[in-house]
């Protein structure tokens, strides 16, 4: 079927690499069902198979630099309701 499949923190499971590279390496674009979507998660490692990569697309998400970016990012999502919603009485 079109299903997708995530594999997170990949590079976690160095003694697997070899085996997910045999298998992605053995998929047949052919017999794939057009909407199936394998999707993977890891940091940089010297161990993930290079012939992955190379057959991947590839996406990058990098945390902002400094401080105040990383705050600003972070707070930026909440609005004034789910402030508002707080629970805590007393702030520390």
Known sequence: SGSW????NCHLAVSWMPKLEALVGA?????LHPDFRLWL???PSPQFPVAVLQNAVKMTLEPPKG???NMVGSYSTFTDEYLA????EKEF
């Not at 499949?5 to 997170?8: F, M």
């Not at 998929?27 to 017999?31: A, I, L, P, R, V």
């Not at 919603?85 to 805590?88: F, G, L, S, T, Y």
């Open 5 to 8: 499949l995530l594999l997170q």
């Open 27 to 31: 998929f047949d674009e052919g017999s």
């Open 41 to 43: 998660t890891a940091m």
């Open 67 to 69: 401080l105040r970016a």
């Open 85 to 88: 919603d707080c629970k805590q």
